[in-house]
């Protein structure tokens, strides 16, 4: 077609340098076993840590909510399409957090894009963490505030950064639960250098939320952090607490600049009711659902030391994400498609998702798995390890 043919080159290159992504069609609900182009496969790629996504009790409170608010929100929240149900939830989440007051957004992305953008501008600065998800480094690039990241985890790094910056507002932001290497921030000592430089702390917890805490809150209760330390909290509702959507959660001023100032929270649809009304249903098994969360740690131990037997290198993950480093890409690609025949479903995660020369098998385990389950992984797991030879 006329004007696209630099489009066509571009895609060109981006098969020959084997990076060209396809999507799969699932055909079946989410969980351990799931049907993808017309077969049945062992899933470990989804989010649904706690097996939450097809649950009966969120299926139930998700069909008795679109009897009364019917389908779609129909408008944004700041026009008629706040619910009573979106409100109800905001208020759980709230109290779920410890935190005066919580915004629900529709994404996880917008909810980050508009977080970081109604907090900081051109004058100020942002400190990212150089493995922060996609949605973070767009935030913080959008703003047109100095952008700066420091190294992975590293507190130094952090310091010196902030120490050399005299910026009137300055955000420091960062995963809780980095999601493509499973590995926890160190946000206590994060807090006090941030605090002593008088910088803002935002943590995005979207895979602790639901995984980490006695009750599932994430970060902030694995560490105990407060809100003086941690002022802006965002998590996401379509991993762990298995619907969608997402929330930020902090100070009764934060709030209220989120609904006055956040682009991407004003101008959009509301979430529909109904899905606010089944996470109202999903929060309350989020939060007795300490026997999901040691289930969890028991095939997470299960899935280490089989993989560590194999050889396999792992990273430094206590969380359900447990990729497997791999390297090349078209080996990570390979070892994907030979698990695909056994039968077992695991994405290979390639550049420029993750830095060059570090592509991994991500792996994904759920409190819905079986341990007969984790043995069958590490089985295929097993007999797809000559493609790395
Ligand atoms: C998934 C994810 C998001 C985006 O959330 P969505 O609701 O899927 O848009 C943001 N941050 C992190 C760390 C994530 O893993």
């Known amino acids: 077609m006329a004007g696209f043919d630099g489009l ?40 649904d840590y706690l097996g939450l996504a097809n649950r009966k009790e969120l299926r139930d409170a998700f069909k008795r909510a679109a009897d009364r608010f019917g389908v779609g929100s129909g408008a944004s929240h700041l026009v008629n399409g706040h619910s009573a149900l979106h409100h109800e939830l905001e208020e759980a989440l709230a109290e779920f957090t410890g935190r005066p007051r919580v915004l629900l957004f529709s994404t996880g992305y917008m909810a980050n894009l508009g ?15 150089r493995l922060n ?37 300055q955000l420091v932001v960062t995963d809780g639960v980095f999601s493509m290497d499973g590995d926890i921030a160190p946000l206590p000592e994060l807090c006090r250098v941030a605090q002593q430089q008088g910088a803002w702390v935002m943590v995005d917890d979207a895979h602790g939320f639901g995984c980490l805490g006695e009750t599932g809150a994430g970060c902030i209760e694995h560490f105990q952090l407060d809100q003086q330390q941690v002022p ?5 509702l379509g991993k762990a607490f298995g619907t969608s959507g997402a929330f930020v959660a902090g100070s009764e001023t934060l709030i209220e600049t989120l609904i006055q100032f956040a682009r991407p929270y004003i101008y959009t649809t509301a979430i529909p009711p109904a899905v606010a009304g089944a996470t109202l249903a999903s929060l309350k098994l989020v939060r007795e659902g300490g026997h999901l969360r040691e289930k969890l740690q028991q095939l997470i131990k299960q899935f280490r030391t ?25 080996k990570a690609m390979a070892m994907s498609q030979a698990l695909e025949e056994q039968g077992v479903f695991v994405g290979a995660i390639r550049p420029p998702t993750v830095p060059a020369g570090s592509a991994r098998l991500r792996v994904t385990l759920s409190a819905a798995h079986s341990t007969e389950q984790v043995d069958q992984l590490l089985d295929a797991l097993d007999n797809s390890r000559k493609v790395l030879a």
């Not at 952008?147 to 010196?160: A, K």
């Not at 089989?306 to 078209?330: K, N, R, Y």
């Open 232 to 236: 802006v909290l965002m998590g996401t």
């Open 306 to 330: 089989g993989a560590q037997q194999l050889g396999l290198e792992l990273m430094d993950s206590p969380t359900p994400i447990q990729p497997i480093l791999i390297g090349d890409s078209d």
């Open 8 to 47: 066509a080159q571009t895609l060109a290159e981006r098969q020959q340098q084997h990076l060209y992504r396809h999507r799969r069609v699932l055909e079946s609900a989410q969980g351990p076993e799931v049907q993808v182009d017309g077969k049945r496969y062992l899933g470990f790629c989804s989010n």
């Open 115 to 129: 977080a970081v953008n109604a907090l900081i501008g051109k004058a100020d600065a942002v400190f990212e963490d």
């Open 133 to 169: 998800h996609a949605s973070l480094l767009d935030a913080g690039l959008l703003s047109g505030a100095r952008f700066q990241r420091y190294l992975h985890s590293d507190v130094d790094s952090l310091e010196n950064k902030l120490k050399h910056n005299d910026s009137p507002r």
